[in-house]
């Protein structure tokens, strides 16, 4: 019954107030009355979503294409199909998923009730990125609706079209008692982050995860925190050249390369350099024709910024395919650098753009320390058909995900998704993403029978050397 859902507010203190105490009060309130605990309602919400998606499927495009010139393919593959997929299999599962589990018992608990009951945190903070301005916000937000809780969606001011759409469409398709859009950058979100949430996603920079992480020990709120990084990606001479390249190319260029877990940089002997230049220059022109800035398939750079920091990556090293850009429109064509130090800032820092730097090593082991002497990355990617170093470079590395012989694909998969050390914490996609937003919580329902009781009387004082080595 309604009596038995609601559950107790929050402890909030009062004397906190800031610009959203409104907003966190209606959301509190609405989850205290357990209307999100209603697994009927959330289906519905999910359902409403997935209305949202095929009634504005045009207009989804079109903002995409104003924020980062998107080609619509890339809009429907990355940002339709994505979330689509997401929302379908979190209906599909999302009953069995909240049913109470019960864990194998030890003997000690064999008269026993052992439960996990799956409980909704409460009401929870998701903060997006820029560069997949509507997916990164709306699949962690349909998990947390899945799960049972009340959201606050802040998304990426930098996608100023798409952040729009969101505020726009949201309220008209969600309920307004549970989920709020919170539009605004950096000063919005640290007000923002004042509240106390119970559960905080962050999809960004480890900049700010920084301060997201720091701004949420101070009620100890658990946080995931999607960040990024160097993704390396290893080929060697195994391998069909002209496939390796196309993958390789599609998860660099997709998006003009502003993907979080794009290849960032290419790790392979001199040889193999050789090969991939050549091909590299072959598939670009078969892609997009003579002149890149001239394809409607391929996109541009999301801000004046952006632009001008990857524009600096080209004054280091040798460009050895590709190299021309034009702030007019923000174009950076698709870029080969070789010969870089590892000084360079190319080596450095995420590129986050269509330049790819290649760095030559003898082999398999030199690669492997080089990767083991950075960063543990956000996925790694393997290109080879030598089963001994596939399996090496598993063994021998760390990252938040391996793709193998491909890039990017292991996003649509239902494999945990997510950063270790500083490319972050947490996973999400498929059942991780409802875990994410669920407490899983432990009951043990004693036996009271009377031989049971019998058998637990060597617990109670006074002790003894028999209870003992009971
Ligand atoms: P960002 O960190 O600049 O912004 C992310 C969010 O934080 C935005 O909503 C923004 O408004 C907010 N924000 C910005 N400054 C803030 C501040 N000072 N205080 C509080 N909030 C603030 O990140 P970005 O530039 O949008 O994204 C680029 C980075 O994100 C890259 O490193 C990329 O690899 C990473 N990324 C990771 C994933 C993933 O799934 N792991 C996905 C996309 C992007």
Request: proline share 5%; aromatic share 10%; hydrophobic share 35%.
């Amino acid at each position: 019954s309604e009596k038995l859902l609601k559950i107790k507010p929050a402890k909030v203190d009062s004397t906190d107030m800031n610009a959203y105490s409104n907003v966190m009060d209606r959301l509190r309130s609405t989850f205290s009355s357990g209307k999100t605990k209603d697994i009927k309602f959330r289906k519905k919400q999910l359902e409403a979503m997935l209305k949202m998606y095929e009634e504005n499927r045009d207009e989804i495009c079109s903002v995409l294409d104003a924020d980062l010139r998107r080609p619509k393919q890339e809009a429907i593959v990355f940002e339709i199909d994505v979330m689509t997929n997401e929302i379908l299999h979190l209906l599909a599962h999302m009953d069995e998923w909240s049913t109470p589990t019960k864990p194998t018992k030890g003997l000690a608990n064999l008269f026993d009730e052992v439960l996990v009951y799956k409980e909704p945190y409460g009401v929870v903070l998701v903060i997006g990125a820029w560069n997949y301005p509507i997916q990164l916000s709306l699949v962690p937000m349909a998990a947390a609706i899945a799960a049972g809780n009340c959201v606050v969606l802040k998304p990426s001011e930098v996608s100023s079209h798409s952040e729009k759409f969101l505020i726009e469409k949201i309220p008209k398709y969600l309920d307004n008692d549970c989920y709020q859009v919170i539009a605004g950058g950096a000063e919005e979100t640290t007000e923002l982050l004042r509240n106390q949430f119970d559960y905080i996603f962050y999809t960004g920079s480890g900049r700010v995860g920084q301060i997201v992480y720091t701004a949420a020990t101070k009620y100890m709120t658990p946080v995931t925190l999607e960040l990024g990084g160097k993704s390396p990606c290893y080929v060697d001479d195994s391998v069909d050249i002209g496939r390796s390249v196309r993958r390789i190319l599609w998860g660099k260029n997709s998006n003009a390369g502003q993907t979080c877990i794009s290849p960032d940089y290419i790790l392979c002997t001199k040889e193999v350099e050789k090969k991939l230049v050549e091909e590299f220059k072959a598939v670009i022109k078969e892609w997009y024709g003579d002149d890149v800035q001239k394809s409607p398939d391929y996109a541009r750079i999301a801000t004046d910024g952006h632009f001008k920091r990857l524009t600096t990556f080209l004054t280091n090293g040798t460009i050895a395919a590709g190299g021309k850009y034009d702030p007019v429109d923000r174009f950076i064509e698709p870029t080969l650098l070789i010969d870089l130090n590892p000084s360079d800032p190319a080596l450095q820092e995420e590129i986050f753009g269509p330049i790819m730097p290649i760095v030559t090593v003898n082999d398999v082991h030199d690669a492997i320390d080089y990767i083991n002497a950075r960063d543990k990355p956000l996925s790694m990617y393997i290109f080879t058909n030598n089963t001994k170093d596939k399996s090496l470079m598993i063994a021998s590395t760390s990252a938040g995900a391996i793709c193998v012989n491909d890039t990017v694909q292991h996003f649509a998969s239902n494999i945990p998704f997510g950063g270790v050390g500083p490319s972050g914490m947490g996973k999400y996609h498929g059942k991780n993403s409802f875990d994410t937003f669920t407490h899983e919580k432990g009951c043990l329902e004693k036996s009271i029978n009377f031989f049971v009781e019998k058998l637990g009387d060597a617990r109670y004082p006074p002790y003894s050397d028999w209870k003992e080595s009971y």
